[in-house]
């Protein structure tokens, strides 16, 4: 029988392609039981649930055990790092994320992102932000796409300037229902083009999150570029508390586009809260329907990755014209079926994060019993 230094001797030969590091320097071996009979129980945790390199370990797990002389069996589970965790090893790997303190006050963050451009990422932000609103929730909309920011347009708010104020913050522009919205452009003139990559625009980012004055928000969504770039990688190293939103298409041959997706989602080290259709059909005044953009891509995107599809979003007129016009159409147009799918969408999103426990109720006059023991006589 191995002992338990040679069991995790032999899994130092797991490497974690994404950290290219071996799973034990990493320490996400978590539980190793060897049992007499011969079979050996291990439990390695993953950064994400819906980790696409789960069927490498799987398979480099056993073979690294089932090697060993003795072993009649290899059973491998998987749990997923807390982010206490993620954050311990974030450090471990000299990666930065902010300091303690900065974004006290905000509830939950969500990135919205996507593997590819043009799904509609910055429309379902700026509605489910709405929605969020309308359901009582303070929200503010950070807007990353610093290469092609659309928020502020989605708002209203174009041509606005970010100023500092007396505590020397950055205060963010209030949009419609007070929603807080901060975005490169408030910083540049519209025909500047943000040339930012690398330190400097990782130090902007930062600076988006740190020196703004957001207050207490019970939800910050951020609007990412397409794609694990630059700006996706930097947002997931400073919050790794973050959760993740996947936006994508009903397309069936979006396979590849559903594996990016996952491969970003797993590059991203965020867990993925789940997905939201988007462009889900078209529906005639009539009530006939067509899937012009195919059918299926979110429920398969959202089985592969074993997270919740949050909703799916019809394709309205009065979603882009609403979106184009400075008002979501959540707001605007809240009859629309887009816009109360967004709406339950939001809904979904907020089932799914954690609630603060109501105030203690004031303890109640003892009631009169209703019914009376009979009296024995
Ligand atoms: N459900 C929908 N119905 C109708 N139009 C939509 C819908 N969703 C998005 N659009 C339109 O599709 C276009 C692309 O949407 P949007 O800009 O939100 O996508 P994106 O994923 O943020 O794009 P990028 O990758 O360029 O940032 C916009 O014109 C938007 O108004
Ligand atoms: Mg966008």
Redesign the pocket.
Known sequence: MPTNDQVTDALRAVIDPELRQDIVTLGMVRKLDIHANGVVDVTVSLTTAGCPIRDHFQTSVYNAINALDGVVGVNVSFDVLSSDEKQALRGKLGRKSLPEGALAEVKNIICVG?G?????????TANLAAALTAAGKQVGVMDA?VW?Y?QPRMFGLGGGRARANERRKIEPLVGPEGIKVVSIGFFVNEEQAVVWRGAMLHKALQQFLEDVEWGALDYLLI?L??GTGDVSMTLSQLLPQAKFVI?TTPQAVAQSVARRSAEMAAKLELEVAGIVE??AGFTTPDGDSYPIFGEGGGRMLAEELEVPLLGQ?????A??QH??GGLPAVISAPEDA?SQALVATAKQLISLSPVDLPMMAEPEEPKPVGMSLPVIS
């Open positions: 996507s590819k451009g043009g799904v509609g990422k910055s429309s379902v796409d092609g659309s609007d570029p397409p936006v988007n462009m979003i019809p394709l309205t007129m979603l882009r979106s184009d887009a």
